[in-house]
């Protein structure tokens, strides 16, 4: 038997302003079997502050959420990570 060290996570900033859909991706993410740390914000403000002080290997975004949608923060994204990808 050898030593494994464990993957680091897939840093993954999941914006969503329903919390019953973001539990179910979050379970759904932790499910895959692949190493993920997940963070969820519900706000746009949320959202900005994240990506300036967390660092982040992915997005995912529902579609519409109060006030703002995905496109809105594809716009951030580019803005402030541009080689982020956002689902």
């Keep these: 038997?050898?030593?494994?060290?464990?993957?680091?996570p897939w840093r993954i900033l999941l914006a969503d302003d329903n919390?019953?859909?973001?539990?179910?991706?979050v379970r759904a993410l932790q499910r895959s079997g692949l190493p993920v740390s997940v963070e969820v914000v519900s706000t746009r403000h949320e959202f900005e502050y994240k990506l300036h002080h967390v660092s982040v290997d992915i997005v995912l975004a529902d579609y519409r959420m109060g006030g703002w949608t995905a496109m809105d923060a594809l716009e951030i994204v580019r803005k402030v990570c541009p080689g982020v990808p956002l689902i």
Excluded: Q
């Design 1 to 8: 038997m050898t030593d494994s060290t464990p993957e680091t």
């Design 19 to 25: 919390p019953n859909d973001a539990e179910l991706c």
